[in-house]
């Protein structure tokens, strides 16, 4: 008799490569690694999306109509009909009979012989007295094998690989591989918290054997989750605490000139947030600080006011936004602000020919503020004395990136900005230590943005609206869709045949913009929408941050249903930015219930919190924050909202371990330590964890 898997798997270990195992050959293995799956750790970590609980076989003369079911009987009759794609499998208990039909799965008849033993579960529908089963999760027993019963895992799947197969495997491999993995949390922090042994909650997040224990599992398991995010960015933030700070001059001449020349007071949210800044940039602590502001609530105003600070304490500031146009439109406002007051603002981007002037310039300390891309941070950028970094849009750069900047001066003050609000508790968790501002509130004369959703047949109304704009004196933006592919490529192609298309309209002064242009000609049509020398600007998401063109009034963007919540209230926030009316069209024919509640929440809500709470509810939390940005691989069980007190009492015990064990030395941490460095895809800085 040959060996079964368990037996020849035998001295393999959570670090060894699936396809040691039998069954899994190169097919399976790829499969497996698009789910992210290599090893057999990795596969311990292949949580089910969901249990079904067949805990219960019900007798086929007993089901009921509408009810969910699991239902067991020889197999009668296969009957697949080709021409309509349908598979039917009927299976007999008796007298009594099902059949479970099958649509365009022409490849599972083979799984089922007559004669052989089914297992059905799935939701029962009678047609009369005759039950069926639409597409029901199935198990063919073989001679003498018994039937999965209990809370039975339904896995993710990927290509051609099928249920019957994950959920075998699992069986075979969870129980073998995860007593083996060691238990990164002390005791102490076991007990203390009400936590299950590691191992044992990943038997049971894959196989409870009720759902007390399954939620147990979780509890542990999301526990985790939180305190390894939380971990890992309190350590990437540390500073020496001895650092000697800079301090910066928050009330010296150019800050107070500055605000006398501007055309409107500061908004009562401005004030506030100033001052928590002011307090930061007086000390000689470095500051650390998060500034969310929802679009058009000021946060440039603060960002200049920050770095005017440090030039009147004789140090040199760099302001960082994620793409060329966006850093070139900052760099134009803070030049049309700071170009009265005598600053000189260089721009500093990859491709730039005056790239080698200005870092010689920025060396030897007579450029005082810069603006520009990730090419600050390239090695051959030098300060003379930086003060303070401003990054904008952050949640676009990883933990890494905004580092570099910081390293470039001995303990700069930072300040990061976002208009994509999250809640306070994920956002320290999230950002570590630094401390979080929000702006209240909008400038005064700040219209709300209507906003309307119209279906495909509707659209007329859009393209009315926005003729009526440009006979107005207006100007309207029309925002392509993401078709699919290469989204960038499709982006473009459909932003140029859209403005092809708008050319042939009488009168209308179309121009087009999207990333693949040169930056000359990108930098060109801004400037002739910005004055007014276009009416109508086609463009793809490249516009989502940063333009600000006040006589822009309507903004139509196609196939709304494509675009996530937040790109959407970003570019939404592209109007109303002057003292009109604006209207926001969403284009689209929603094909499924979250597209559908995203369009409706936009139409609802206004307030960029509001919609970030919408937003982590329809997708959860790794897509909202992007996490892989930080260098993290983010949540897979646990949900911000729905694990909120777990959140915070995550952060509070790893705030508890660094302020005791700032780099996890100490013999009782040393798994932690690991974890940590695990959980770091793009390695930990060299400064910590050395």
């Known amino acids: 008799m040959g060996k079964g898997p368990a037996e020849q798997g035998l001295g393999l270990g959570p670090a060894d490569l699936v396809t040691k195992w039998p069954g899994i050959g190169h097919t399976r293995s790829q499969e497996l690694e698009n789910m992210g799956v290599r090893t057999f750790e990795d596969l311990l970590g292949l949580w089910p999306r969901r249990h079904e609980d067949r805990s219960v076989i019900t007798p086929l003369r007993m089901l009921q109509d509408g009810e969910m079911a699991t239902v067991q009987g020889e197999i009668y009759q296969v009957r697949y009909d080709a021409g309509k794609k349908i598979l039917r499998v009927q299976i007999m208990e008796g007298m009594d009979s099902l059949t479970a039909i099958f649509f365009h799965a022409a490849w599972i008849r083979r799984q089922f012989r007559e004669g052989y033993v089914a297992v059905l579960s799935g939701k029962v529908e009678k047609r009369g007295k005759q039950p069926n089963m639409v597409h029901p999760e199935f198990q063919v027993l073989a001679a003498g094998e018994r039937p999965v019963l209990g809370l039975v895992p339904i896995y993710p799947l990927s290509g051609s690989l099928k249920q019957n197969f994950l959920q075998r495997l699992m069986r075979e491999v969870v129980p073998r591989f995860a007593p083996q993995l060691p ?189 520009g891309t990730q090419a600050l941070i390239a090695d051959r950028v030098e300060f003379k004395r930086l003060g303070v970094v401003v990054v904008d849009e952050q949640h676009r750069f990883g933990v890494k990136q905004r580092a570099r900047l910081s390293q470039k001066g001995e303990y700069p003050d930072m300040l990061v900005m976002t208009a994509t609000p999250i809640p306070r508790t994920l956002a320290l968790t999230v950002y570590g230590d630094l401390q979080v501002s929000r702006i209240v509130g909008l400038p005064p004369g700040r219209k709300l943005v209507e906003t309307v959703h119209l279906t495909h047949r509707e659209r007329r109304i859009a393209y009315e609206k926005v003729m009526t704009t440009v006979k107005q004196g207006d100007q309207a933006y029309v925002v392509c869709p993401l078709v699919g592919g290469d989204e960038e490529d499709t982006q473009v192609k459909a932003a140029v045949d859209l403005a092809e298309g708008m050319k042939k309209v009488p009168g209308w002064r179309i121009g087009l913009l999207h990333g693949k242009m040169p930056s000359k000609e990108k930098t060109l049509v801004m400037d002739q929408f910005r004055r007014k020398a276009l009416d109508v600007l086609v463009a793809t998401t490249i516009i989502e941050v940063g333009v600000d063109v006040p006589s822009a009034t309507v903004i139509v963007i196609e196939e709304a249903d494509r675009f996530g919540l937040a790109q959407l209230h970003q570019l939404r926030g592209r109007v109303g930015r002057g003292d009109k009316a604006a209207t926001c069209f969403l284009i689209a024919d929603p094909k499924t219930d979250q597209a559908r509640e995203r369009l409706e929440a936009m139409v609802r809500h206004q307030d960029g919190f509001k919609l970030a709470e919408e937003d982590l509810k329809l997708r959860g939390p790794g897509e909202v924050l992007g996490m892989r940005q930080h260098g993290l691989t983010g949540f897979q069980l646990a949900n911000p909202l729905k694990d909120l007190d777990l959140l915070k009492r995550a952060r509070m015990t790893a705030r508890d371990i660094i302020q005791k064990d700032p780099q996890l030395m100490s013999s009782e941490h040393q798994l932690l330590r690991q974890w940590v460095r695990d959980a770091l895809e793009e390695g930990i800085p060299a400064q910590v964890l050395h």
């Open 183 to 371: 238990d990164p949390l002390p005791e102490s922090i076991r007990e203390r918290e009400g936590l299950a042994n590691r191992s044992l909650a990943i038997v049971h997040q894959h196989f409870p054997p009720n759902w007390l224990s399954w939620e147990e599992s979780r509890k542990r398991l999301v526990f985790d989750e939180f305190l390894r995010m939380a971990l890992s960015v309190l350590i990437m933030h540390q500073t020496d605490p001895n650092a000697p700070g800079m301090v910066q001059n928050p009330d010296g001449p150019l800050v107070k000139k500055f605000l006398d020349s501007l055309p409107f007071p500061l908004t009562p949210g401005q004030i506030h947030v100033w001052k928590e800044i002011k307090e930061d940039l007086k000390s000689a602590n470095p500051m650390a600080r998060l500034l969310q502001g929802d679009v058009g609530s000021g946060k440039t105003i603060i960002a200049i006011l920050t770095m005017l600070a440090a030039v009147d304490a004789g140090f040199q500031a760099a302001f960082m936004a994620p793409t060329e146009l966006l850093a070139e439109q900052q760099w134009l406002v803070l030049q049309n602000f700071l170009h009265p007051l005598g600053i000189n603002t260089a721009f500093l981007a990859g491709k730039d020919r005056s790239a080698g002037e200005y870092r010689t310039a920025l060396k030897e300390g007579t450029i005082p503020i810069v603006v």
